[in-house]
């Protein structure tokens, strides 16, 4: 999976973001980046999303696995960081986990949108959080 997602991380940078090829699985995806919590780097890393309200809510599920994604450690550390989607620039943002309410909410359209996240939540015995990324 990681090689997919670099393959399609190249094909937008060649592409200048007019290619996502992630559309055609359902969902669209957006450009996160996050400083690393160790490195102080910045890290930028593709997932998909949904709109909510003026951000986004991204599910870092890291495709089941036992241990979630860096990125989402990194915003636990820092919960600054950016959002780009196709060739627009870069936009703040600030991370938080969702409330009760806002998953309750999410993780059906989640789901119907790209069945694979409940295989993920399945798949893993950590708790996998819905992640809002909202406007600063």
Same mark, same amino acid.
């Given at each position: 999976m990681r090689i997919v997602w670099r393959v399609d991380k190249l094909?937008?940078? $060649? @592409?200048?973001?007019?290619?996502?090829?992630?559309?055609? +699985?359902?969902m669209s995806r957006l &450009?996160?980046?996050t400083t690393g919590r160790r490195s102080g780097e910045q890290r930028e890393v593709?997932? &998909?999303?949904? !709109?909510?309200?003026?951000? &986004?809510?991204?599910?870092?599920?890291? $495709?089941? @696995?036992?241990? !979630?994604?860096? #990125? #989402?450690?990194?915003?636990?550390?820092s919960p600054e960081g950016s959002v780009r989607i196709g060739r627009a620039i870069p936009r703040p943002v600030l991370a938080r986990e969702a409330t009760t309410e806002e998953v309750a909410e999410l #993780?059906?359209?989640?789901?119907?949108?790209? !069945? +694979?996240?409940?295989?993920? @939540?399945e798949m893993t015995t950590r708790h996998i959080p819905i992640v809002i990324l909202e406007p600063r």
């Open positions: 094909l937008d940078r $060649v @592409s200048g973001g007019r290619i996502d090829t992630r559309r055609s +699985m359902g &450009f996160l980046t593709a997932t &998909f999303f949904l !709109p909510v309200g003026a951000g &986004f809510a991204v599910i870092p599920s890291n $495709v089941g @696995s036992d241990k !979630p994604p860096a #990125w #989402w450690l990194n915003l636990q550390a #993780w059906p359209r989640f789901v119907t949108a790209y !069945p +694979m996240y409940a295989r993920y @939540s």
